[in-house]
């Protein structure tokens, strides 16, 4: 089994940053795609960003220029670097790993959520 912890969400005041992390553990055979989602009351869950293992990323065009996604493979932690923060940013950011555990196939892996507020 991957457990996934996430933490370093908070209250943050509008062009403010907060630095997410989610660090991965168990019995991990594989960590590869990893990603930040994040949910708004009343809304949808969207994706926000990828990264592959080699370090390849991806963005929603709603974040991109101020938000930076990157990992330590070594440490199995994935990072959310937000910056310029704004109020519609504010939701539960839910970390997501596609990882193989030792004698398991491939799945999906979800972390516990960590609050975003974004407000003066």
């Known amino acids: 089994q991957v457990q996934l912890v996430e933490s370093g969400g908070g209250l943050v005041q509008p062009g403010g940053s907060l630095r997410l992390s989610c660090a991965a553990s168990?019995?991990?055979?594989?960590?590869?795609?990893m990603a930040w989602y994040r949910q708004a009351p009343g809304k949808e869950r969207e994706l926000v960003a990828t990264?592959?293992?080699?370090?390849?990323?991806n963005y929603v065009d709603s974040v991109k220029g101020r938000f930076t996604i990157s990992r330590d493979n070594a440490k199995k932690t994935v990072y959310l670097q937000m910056n310029s923060l704004k109020p519609e940013d504010t939701a539960v950011y839910y970390c997501?790993?596609?990882?193989?555990?030792?004698?398991?196939?491939?799945?999906?892996?979800w972390g516990q959520g960590t609050q975003v507020t974004v407000s003066s």
């Open positions: 997501k790993a596609d990882a193989r555990a030792y004698w398991d196939r491939e799945r999906d892996y």
């Open positions: 168990g019995s991990i055979r594989s960590l590869n795609v």
């Open positions: 990264i592959t293992s080699n370090g390849d990323p």
